[in-house]
């Protein structure tokens, strides 16, 4: 079982800047991903961007050049740098961990409880 705690979100004007935080918690495998992924309302639930426990990391399209995604192993806490944010980066921002190196069948099976990041313009 696996426990994931968000932080960060907020609201913010277009063009300024946010640090979301996931720390994990249980049965944590030394090979694992964590992810973010976001949600707007009336839109499906889409990858942001995701980093393996050996640095890998991917980005959606839409945030490459803008958002970071990081991590630090030792507290199993991962970090997304968001800056240069729009509009339509607003959703509720969902942490997301599996082990491994690939996205399961169904997706994550482990999830936060989501943040929301409204982004005013």
């Known amino acids: 079982q696996v426990q994931l705690v968000e932080s960060g979100g907020g609201l913010v004007q277009a063009g300024e800047s946010l640090r979301l935080s996931c720390a994990a918690s249980?049965?944590?495998?030394?090979?694992?991903?964590m992810g973010w992924y976001r949600q707007a309302p009336g839109k499906q639930r889409e990858l942001v961007a995701a980093?393996?426990?050996?640095?890998?990391?991917n980005y959606a399209d839409s945030v490459k050049g803008r958002f970071t995604i990081s991590r630090d192993n030792a507290k199993n806490t991962a970090y997304l740098q968001m800056n240069s944010l729009k509009p339509e980066d607003t959703a509720l921002y969902y942490c997301?961990?599996?082990?491994?190196?690939?996205?399961?069948?169904?997706?994550?099976?482990?999830w936060g409880q989501g943040t929301q990041v409204t982004v005013s313009s």
């Open positions: 997301a961990y599996y082990s491994g190196i690939t996205t399961p069948p169904g997706g994550p099976r482990y």
């Open positions: 249980g049965t944590i495998f030394r090979l694992n991903v």
């Open positions: 980093i393996t426990s050996g640095g890998s990391t």
